[in-house]
Nanobody, 117 residues
Framework: QVQLVESGGGLVQAGGSLILSCVAS????????MGWFRQAPGKEREFVSH????????YYADSVKGRFTMSRDNAKNTVYLQMNSLKPEDTAVYYC??????????WGQGTQVTVSS
C-alpha cells in the first residue's frame, strides 16, 4: 500500500520557520517527482513546489520563491520543505504528493501550518 505521511506542521509567528517532512512508503519513490501543495480555508488547493528524482531540479510557486526550499533524501524516501520568513497568508494545510509519470497520483493526508500575525 502506497503511503505518504507528512509531519512538521504547527503554529508559528510571522517571520518564523518550519520544516515539513514527508515519508513515502509502499514502493520506491526515488524516481518520482515529488511535490508540495497547500490549501487554505475556502480556497482551492495550490501548487507550492516540486523536485525531480535526481534532485537537480526544483520549481517553486512565485508566492514562496526565495523563502521555501524543497529537498529530498532518496535513501530515506523522504522529502522536506524548509519554510522561512513565514507570512500569515502561508496558513494552510500542506500536502505531499508523488508524480510517477504525468499525474499527481499519490497524496498524503496533510499537515496544518498556521502563521500568526
Amino acid at each position: 500500500q502506497v503511503q505518504l505521511v507528512e509531519s512538521g506542521g504547527g503554529l508559528v509567528q510571522a517571520g518564523g520557520s518550519l520544516i515539513l517532512s514527508c515519508v513515502a512508503s509502499g514502493r520506491d519513490f526515488s524516481r518520482y517527482v515529488m511535490g508540495w501543495f497547500r490549501q487554505a480555508p475556502g480556497k482551492e488547493r495550490e501548487f507550492v513546489s516540486h523536485i525531480s528524482w535526481s534532485t537537480s531540479s526544483t520549481y517553486y510557486a512565485d508566492s514562496v520563491k526565495g523563502r521555501f526550499t524543497m529537498s529530498r533524501d532518496n535513501a530515506k524516501n523522504t522529502v522536506y520543505l524548509q519554510m522561512n520568513s513565514l507570512k500569515p497568508e502561508d496558513t494552510a494545510v500542506y500536502y505531499c504528493a508523488a508524480r510517477p509519470i504525468a499525474a499527481w497520483d499519490y497524496w498524503g493526508q496533510g499537515t496544518q501550518v498556521t502563521v500568526s500575525s
